[in-house]
């Protein structure tokens, strides 16, 4: 995989095909495969980056001065500026999408056009907020993510009915439990404190180029209900796309639906 040092860290990314530019942003506890049907399906004819997020995949430590989603957008930017990318369209899904949109409010020259999946930019509600740093808590504690956490934690990400003997569950819960001790403590609970502790910037969603973006949601996503997007999508004036049979990873639930709408999106504005 190609690195860059960004902020003093090494940020490891997929760099895969030709073409227009295709930048994935991924959620938050999923390293690159999060993604792995759309790079396939993608890059048959665009030029697709999948930065790793901080400590996860092979991406190195949080960067000591990042302090909020606005510092994710400059780093992402910086990985632009260094492949010489002048122009990109962002398919950003959960925190993926929270930077994403900032990056394109910060640089909107950057950006060709903008997906915002399973997202919302609204701040979290102060009970999830509570409830998810209670989370962090424990596992600080811990120094792991304790087995009955992981039995909360894996569900929040899938639709309800997920088979959990699945490929794609048991991978993740594993992902999840493999997570070092340095890694959880340096990289994945301060992220995870800047995520749900974001600011509100619904209010700037309307200066978003209407006609070059999609709002994309799982039916059954539970963190991020499709109630945000449609209201997200009503404040951009853009259109949303529903997925069905999806929860949260909706790229990975239902990724042929996925595949089918970035390619008809992407060839009308790459």
Known sequence: MPVTVIDGQPLHYIDQGSGPAVLLGSSYLWDRTMWAPQIEALSQQYRVIVPELWGHGESGPLPTHTQSLDDLARQALALLDHLDIAQVNLVGLSVGGMWGARLALLAPERINSLVLMDTHLGAEPEATRQYYFSLFKMIEDAGAI??????????IFFRAEIDRESALYQEFRQALQDFSRERLLSSVVPLGRLIFSREDVLGQLPR???????????????PRPPAESR?????????????????????????DFVNEALLTFLANHA
Do not use: F, W, Y
């Not at 304790?146 to 569900?155: F, K, T």
């Open 208 to 222: 978003l180029d209407a006609d070059t973006t999609l709002v994309m949601c799982g039916e059954q996503d539970k």
């Open 231 to 255: 209201e997200m999508a009503e404040l951009i004036g853009c259109s949303l796309i529903l997925i069905p049979d999806a929860g949260h990873i909706s790229a990975r639930e239902n990724p």
């Open 146 to 155: 304790p087995e009955p956490l992981l039995d909360v934690i894996a569900p």
